[in-house]
């Protein structure tokens, strides 16, 4: 069964560090993997997904995240914290046959000035 | 830019009652999702529909709950008795395929007294 774990339920940085979030799965198949963002009182929206091509992807608004086969992960990324990231992300495998989402349980991340 | 609907965003609702949630998902799009999120913690696969007819679901979709897609624009989850523990929030999402970027609606909270 599929399964995600988002490690670090809140996360701060300074504007201008970089920002890690990490996201490990677990798939009996050949994963599909998604990263979500979700602004306060809005819906979920695609940053980025990986689909089995590069296993560098890039989003949107400067985020990235690596596949990592060997070590089951899908980090995401961004070099420079900008005040507007501050949200909740979130970390997804694809469940079922039916392109299913299986979230992780989200990591807030706050941007200091 | 096209957007996934979904109305009322707040609902409250006596134990026992029956609600409507109410989604319009993107027009062109042929696979619909609801997903619950109960407060703090992770976001949860309910249900999907394609082609008429739920095409895979959830533990969580118990017979309290049904699906339906009344006409070519709305999607519907009822709930037909609710207890308090279905307070949380609701989302719908559509998208083109099974494995293509799953739009989000902004939610609807349902809070059972």
């Known amino acids: 069964a599929q399964s995600v774990t988002q490690l670090g339920s809140h996360v701060s940085v300074s504007e201008g560090a970089l920002v890690l979030l990490r996201c490990n799965y677990s798939?009996?198949?050949?994963?599909?993997l998604f990263w979500y963002v979700q602004y306060p009182n809005q819906g979920l929206q695609l940053l980025l997904k990986?689909?089995?091509?590069?296993?560098l992807v890039k989003g949107i608004n400067g985020f990235e995240a690596e596949f990592k086969k060997s070590e089951t992960s899908f980090h995401l990324t961004k070099p420079s914290a900008h005040m507007s990231d501050a949200a909740e992300y979130f970390c997804?495998?694809?469940?079922?046959?039916?392109?299913?989402?299986?979230f992780g349980k989200g990591t807030k991340l706050s941007v200091k000035p | 830019e096209p957007e996934v609907t979904q109305t009322p965003s707040h609902q409250v609702t006596q134990m026992g009652q029956e609600v409507i949630l109410r989604c319009v998902p993107i027009?062109?799009?042929?696979?619909f999702y609801w997903y619950r999120q109960i407060l703090g913690q992770k976001v949860e696969f309910l249900v999907s529909f394609y082609n008429n007819e739920i095409s895979e679901k959830s533990e969580i979709f118990d017979d309290q709950f049904s699906v339906e897609r009344p006409d070519g624009s709305n999607f519907t989850l009822k709930i037909r008795s609710t207890k308090l523990e279905d307070s949380a929030m609701y989302f719908c999402a559509s998208s083109v395929g099974f494995l293509n970027e799953q739009f989000f609606g902004p939610g609807t909270r349902l809070t059972v007294l």
């Open positions: 798939s009996s198949v050949p994963p599909y």
């Open positions: 990986y689909t089995s091509a590069a296993t």
């Open positions: 027009s062109n799009h042929l696979y």
């Open positions: 997804a495998v694809n469940g079922g046959s039916q392109g299913n989402l299986i």
